[in-house]
């Protein structure tokens, strides 16, 4: 199929309008060529990936002064996803100053191009939440998955040169979940056990996108959807089965419209279905040396729960305690006694990072607890380290004394 393009996509595509526009342009036809889009369409905003130093390593530096031959900005509001190092305190994270420098510069390019430093893969948290179908062009897995599943805006899962590319140009191929019968359940989930803690909606999406590689599901009997519990499951399905929307009966904005007659399977999630997922990430055999939450990053009501469950005690000795979350996050919990509340007890709460992206976890670290599967997915691909997954509740009884 051949792409339909308006006069200035062409002028756009032909370098008429500078060489950084024109490879921007160049990409995203080409990817939807292949998906056999028919047109581009304009975007809203962008969440681009590709910032830490860890994942992205060298190569982006040339393709930085690709870009850099033209003063080229982007076109819409665009935010960034979490760097490998808190952008303040990287020393106390133990990042060689090495890491530290060329990360500094990344963030710095990025901001060049009128990004905004945002840091985190959870925008919707500080202010960025997309509307009822927009079409968005962003790239972290669990983010896209949110945006789609629980706002109803429609993005495909992008990588970060095309996400970079529909910044600057403000338009993405209209293929995949931006088009309306592609976003139909595929699946339809039966939840037959109880959904406790946000650990629990983590073992339902890790147990799901196992099986479904890729298929959207539509979930029933889900009792509650709140932010909190919707983003971690959202991370969880995209960790394991790259599942980037599902509909929750009642929950989610489109569960009333979407087709759920035509599923091709009916299953059900069980208590031991649960149980399964907790068993597989319960590596750890002698004591755990570091607790990690914020993925996705944490909210205030999150760290608010850690500061509830905490109560009047202490973190046990040889252990580290560190919550990651958005930098303006911090700044709220700073301003009550939460922020102040958590240091007294020797929990760290990092912005800007988190335990995957950040080589400090996993340099540092052996055996790591989490209440994320997708956390604990990650983690434990590193030969060196072991993860156990629990709720919020039994690593503070756990871990502190
Ligand atoms: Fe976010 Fe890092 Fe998890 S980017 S979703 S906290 S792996």
């Not at 755990?288 to 996705?296: E, S, W």
Request: glycine share 6%; with cysteine; net charge negative.
């Amino acid at each position: 199929m051949i792409m339909f393009l308006t006069k200035e996509q062409e002028e756009m595509l032909s370098g008429v309008k500078g060489e950084a526009i024109a490879k921007s342009m160049e990409l995203i036809v080409k990817i939807g060529d292949v998906y056999n889009a028919e047109q581009l369409i304009p975007i809203t905003n962008a969440q681009v990936a590709g910032v830490s130093y860890l994942t992205v390593g060298e190569s982006i530096f040339s393709f930085f002064e690709l870009l850099s031959k033209d003063d080229v900005k982007v076109k819409v509001p665009t935010w960034l996803n979490p760097a490998g190092m808190d952008m303040e305190k990287w020393r106390e994270m133990e990042i060689s100053e090495d890491f530290a420098e060329k990360q500094f510069r990344i963030v710095k390019f990025y901001e060049g191009l009128g990004i905004k430093p945002t840091l985190t893969c959870a925008p919707y948290l500080i202010g960025h939440a997309p509307s009822y179908g927009d079409h968005l062009a962003w790239s972290e897995s669990s983010a896209v998955s949110i945006a789609n599943s629980f706002y109803g805006a429609r993005t495909n899962r992008e990588g970060a040169p095309s996400s970079l590319a529909s910044a600057i140009t403000g338009l993405t191929a209209n293929y995949g979940l931006h088009i309306t019968e592609n976003r139909n359940p595929r699946i339809l989930v039966d939840v037959k056990t109880n959904l406790e803690s946000f650990s629990d909606y983590s073992a339902l999406g890790y147990w799901y996108g196992k099986k479904f590689h890729g298929l959207i599901p539509y979930f029933a009997n889900v009792q509650s959807l709140s932010i909190n519990e919707a983003k971690i499951l959202a991370a969880a399905l995209a960790a394991s089965g790259s599942v980037a929307l599902y509909h929750a009966k009642d929950l989610t904005p489109e569960s009333k419209s979407v087709d759920i007659e035509n599923v091709e399977e009916k299953i059900e999630f069980t208590e031991s279905n649960k149980k399964e997922i907790y068993h597989h990430f319960n590596q750890i055999s002698e004591g755990a040396d570091l607790v990690a939450i914020g993925c996705p990053h944490a909210s205030y009501e999150d760290i608010k729960l850690i500061s509830n469950t905490l109560q009047s005690r202490q973190m046990k000795k040889g252990i580290k305690f560190w919550i990651f979350t958005s930098n303006k996050i911090k700044t709220v919990i700073a301003t009550d006694s939460l922020l102040t509340n958590l240091e007294s007890r020797g929990i760290k709460v990092y912005t800007d990072t988190c335990m995957v992206v950040s080589p400090s976890v996993v340099e540092n670290f052996r055996n790591i607890i989490t209440n994320s599967t997708k956390a604990a997915h990650y983690l434990s691909r590193a030969k060196t380290t072991m993860v156990k997954l629990l709720s919020i509740d039994s690593i503070m009884k756990e871990v502190t004394e």
